[in-house]
Every structure is written in C-alpha cells, then in structure tokens.
C-alpha cells in the first residue's frame, strides 16, 4: 500500500505564492519518497525544506498505529546470514527500522553463478526496491570469496558499486567487513581471500570493522556449518555492530 499526501507551506490566503504539493510516503515508517508540485499561484519553487512537516494519517479502525521516521531508515544488504526473520539484521537497535536483503553476493549471482540469480553490482536498484534516502550497510563477499573465481577487489571497485547504490536512490552506503569461516570449512585459499576482501573494505570510506567480534575463526557455538550464523551468533553479532551501524 502506497499513501499519497498533500505537502502546503505558506498557504494563507493573503500569502503569495502558495506552494502545495502531491507526496508518495512510505506505508511503514511515513517518510516521502517522492512527489511534485501540484498547484503554484505564482512561480515555481521547492517544497524539500517542509519534509519535516508530514504527519502520518491516523490508524483507521483495527488497523496497527506507526511510528513517524524522524530520519531516513537503515537498510542491510547482505548474504544469507541476513536472510529470515530471525538474522542479526533483525536485531540491531538502529530506528526507526531496518531492511535486508539477503542471499547474495557482489559480483557473484546468489544462485551459484555469475550470471544467474541476483548480485549487488547488477541489482542494485532491485535491492533498494524504488525507496529512497535509506543509509544502506553492505555486508557481502562470502559467496565471492567461497564461490566467485574472480580476484578479490580493489578499493576502486568496490566504490564503484557503492555508487551504483547511491544512484538507485541509498542516502549513504557503507561496506562492513565480511565474516570469518569455521575452522571447518578453512582453506589457505579461502583465507587468503576473506582476508583480501577485507582489506579492500577498509579502505572503503566509513568502513565499519566488525572483525572484532568473533576474531579469526567462527567459533563451533556461534556457526551451524562454518558459514552461517547460528541463533546465539545473530545475537551476539547484532550486539556488536550496533554501536557502529546504528550511531
């Protein structure tokens, strides 16, 4: 469900010009995410400054009241360790909400391939979904540095999808460093990779360094098969990154 409003500054009758305009708010947190002048007496001018202004509808009957977004929300775009309803994307204290996407990679399509399923560096606008102005945290490399054949990124590159990102619409983009893999599933090459990738990302501006948080190796009571986060893991890592996503 889409809600339409109307924005007005100004309108008095003995004001001249009176600036109104249609507006498209986001049905969960009541943001605008586009619109345009619908009537001027006089001229033409920009009516970005009254966004502050909007106000939800009030809840109909049965229908669940909202919160307003007072700031643009915080979206995750990630691997399969943000995908479900339970993920450490779910749990961070960031508001007024937060989005993920999950089950991807880079440059290297989520279903086992470089060209099939979906990948950030081509999909970009498919992951942001038409809603603009969220901060967007990219947390992905897993599937390219386990799967993908390709070297691992520059600095370059990686900018170079984060403003693939911003032109579909993202406030801001940051990368957040990929997780470590259980002993289990441990290679000299897979290793070498991760520790590549990682690299790359932080040299990415604003780059949040969650490296902290489970140190060189996923330990058997936070992972499920060296991969992928286990209950206690989403927690745990949601407590960490909070402080650096969500300040």
Same mark, same amino acid.
């Given at each position: 469900m889409r809600l339409v409003g109307v924005l007005m500054r100004n309108c008095h009758i003995e004001n001249a010009p009176c600036f109104l305009a249609a507006v498209l708010l986001d049905p969960l947190d009541f943001a605008i995410r586009s619109g345009a002048p619908v009537y001027v007496t006089e001229g033409v001018g920009s009516f970005a400054a009254d966004?502050?202004?909007?106000?939800?509808?009030?809840?109909?009957? =049965? &229908?669940?009241?909202?919160?307003?977004?007072?700031?643009?929300?915080?979206?995750?775009? =990630?691997?399969?360790?943000?995908? =479900?309803?339970?993920?450490w994307a779910t749990?961070?204290?960031?508001s007024p909400t937060v989005w993920a996407w999950g089950g991807v990679g880079v440059f290297w399509g989520a279903s086992g391939g470089p060209f099939t399923g979906y990948w950030l560096d081509h999909d970009a606008a498919i992951m942001l979904g038409g809603v603009t102005g969220d901060h967007v945290v990219i947390m992905l490399g897993t599937n390219d540095i386990a799967s993908g054949p390709q070297e691992p990124p520059t600095q370059t590159q990686l900018n170079a999808v984060a403003r693939k990102v911003i032109l579909a619409g993202a406030a801001s983009v940051r990368w957040m460093t990929v997780l470590p893999f259980g002993k289990n599933v441990y290679s000299e090459r897979r290793q /070498?990779?991760?520790? /590549?990738?990682?690299?790359?990302?932080?040299?990415?501006?604003? /780059?949040?360094?969650?490296?902290?948080?489970? =140190? &060189?190796?996923?330990?058997?009571i936070y992972q499920s098969d060296g991969t992928h986060l286990n209950p206690l893991g989403h927690t745990t890592f949601a407590d960490y990154v909070s402080p650096l996503i969500c300040s």
């Open positions: 966004v502050e202004f909007a106000k939800p509808h009030p809840p109909l009957p =049965g &229908e669940p009241s909202m919160p307003v977004a007072l700031r643009p929300a915080t979206r995750i775009i =990630g691997d399969s360790n943000t995908a =479900g309803g339970a993920t749990q961070l204290s960031c /070498a990779r991760l520790d /590549a990738w990682n690299a790359a990302i932080l040299r990415t501006p604003d /780059a949040i360094d969650a490296r902290g948080c489970f =140190g &060189e190796f996923l330990s058997p």
